[in-house]
C-alpha cells in the first residue's frame, strides 16, 4: 500500500529532449495524486516546455548562477516548502542532495554513482543499457509509488503569445512548396551529421520539391547556417516559439537531438539522422515518439562509437546518404 501523498516535487533539470520524455511521467504522477500539490525543478532553458500544463501545479527553476550560494537558497525554498515526496529524474550530485538537505521524507530515484546514497528510495538505474526508450524508464520509475499505467503522449505547456507569433511570422514565409526546417546542430558533436550534407539536402528540397528551407536552432547553431541554403533563424526564437514555429513546418530534419522530441510532442513529420548505437545512446531510447517520424541510421558497423572519455574510436559520420534522406522526405510530405 502506497501513501497518499500531498506535497510532490519533481526534479527534472536537464535539457530539452529529456524534459519532453519526463512529461508523459509527470502527468501520470498527478492523475494517480489528484489531490497533491505537484511542482516541477527543471533549468531556465526548459521551462517553457512545461509551463501551462494543467496538471503541474507550479514550475520552480534552478537558480543559474554558479557557486553555492544559489544552491543552498534552493535549499531553503525547498525546505520552506515541506514536499513529503521527491521523484528525481535527472540524476546529479546536487540534486539528491538537496532533496536529502530538504528534509523531504521520500526520495525516489535512481542507484548509481552520483550520490544515490541520499536518496531514501533508490531504484537501479538500468538506463545506461538502452534496453527501453527513455520515456518508459521514467514511467518505470513510478512503480515504487504505485503508478502502474500511464498514457504514453506527448503534450507541451501551451504559450498563446508564442502561438500568436508563429501564425503571423509563418504567414511571412508563405510560398507554394512546403515548408521545411533543418536543425544540423546537437549537443554532441559526435552526432552531428556533416553540414555539407545538410546543404546538398537543402538544395535539392529547394530544386525538386519548391520547398521553403529554414534553418533553426540555437546560438550555436548559427556557425553552421551560412553554409546551408535557406533562410538562416537561428537564434532569432524562445523555446516556446520554436515549438510554434516548428508545429506549423510541413518537415523537421534534424540531428539526434532535442528539436526531434518537441516536433514529436507538436506532431509535425520528423526525420531523425542517429549516428550512434551504444547501449545508453542508442536509438532505442531515444528516437522520436510519433508515427511521423522516420529514423534514418548509419549502415551497420559504421555507427560512431565513442570510448569512455567520449572521444570517436571508430565510424563514419557520412554513411547516411543525401539521398536517403530527400526520400524519406518525399515520403513524408506526400502523406
Not at 522530441?261 to 539522422?273: D, E, Q, R
Request: hydrophobic letters at 40%; aromatic letters at 8%.
Amino acid at each position: 500500500m502506497t501513501p497518499e501523498f500531498r506535497n510532490i516535487l519533481v526534479v527534472r533539470t536537464d535539457r530539452m529532449g529529456d524534459m519532453i520524455l519526463t512529461i508523459p511521467a509527470i502527468r501520470a504522477l498527478k492523475q494517480k495524486y489528484p489531490r497533491a500539490r505537484l511542482v516541477v525543478w527543471v533549468s531556465p532553458s526548459t521551462r517553457g516546455l512545461v509551463d501551462g500544463l494543467a496538471f503541474i501545479d507550479e514550475v520552480i527553476v534552478q537558480d543559474p548562477r554558479p557557486g553555492w550560494a544559489g544552491y543552498l537558497r534552493m535549499i531553503r525554498f525547498l525546505r520552506k516548502c515541506r514536499f513529503d515526496l521527491a521523484v528525481v529524474f535527472h540524476t546529479k550530485q546536487k540534486t539528491n542532495l538537496a532533496c536529502f538537505l530538504a528534509g523531504i521524507p521520500m526520495r525516489l530515484g535512481y542507484r548509481n554513482g552520483k550520490w544515490g546514497f541520499f536518496l531514501s528510495h533508490p531504484v537501479k538505474d538500468e538506463r545506461h543499457l538502452g534496453i527501453k526508450h527513455e520515456l518508459d524508464y521514467c514511467l518505470d520509475l513510478l512503480r515504487a509509488v504505485g503508478v502502474e499505467k500511464a498514457d504514453p503522449r506527448l503534450e507541451l505547456g501551451r504559450d498563446r503569445s508564442a502561438e500568436e507569433w508563429a501564425e503571423r511570422f509563418t504567414a511571412e514565409l508563405s510560398g507554394p512548396g512546403p515548408l521545411v526546417a533543418l536543425h544540423p546542430d546537437a549537443s554532441c558533436p559526435t552526432r552531428h551529421w556533416p553540414v555539407p550534407s545538410f546543404a546538398i539536402v537543402a538544395a535539392r528540397l529547394a530544386s525538386e520539391m519548391n520547398a521553403r528551407v529554414v534553418i533553426v536552432g540555437g546560438p550555436t547553431t548559427s556557425v553552421f547556417a551560412p553554409r546551408i541554403p535557406g533562410r538562416d533563424l537561428t537564434g532569432q526564437f524562445s523555446l516556446t516559439q520554436l515549438a510554434a514555429f516548428i508545429k506549423r513546418c510541413d518537415l523537421l530534419i534534424s540531428n539526434d537531438s532535442g528539436p526531434v522530441h518537441l516536433a514529436a510532442a507538436v506532431g509535425t513529420p520528423v526525420i531523425s539522422l542517429f549516428l550512434r548505437k551504444q547501449p545508453g545512446i542508442n536509438p532505442e531510447r531515444w528516437r522520436p515518439l510519433s508515427e511521423k517520424a522516420v529514423l534514418l541510421l548509419n549502415k551497420p558497423g559504421e555507427e560512431i562509437v565513442v570510448g569512455p572519455d567520449n572521444r570517436v574510436i571508430s565510424g563514419r559520420y557520412d554513411s547516411i546518404t543525401p539521398d536517403e534522406v530527400i526520400k524519406a522526405a518525399a515520403r513524408l510530405l506526400c502523406q
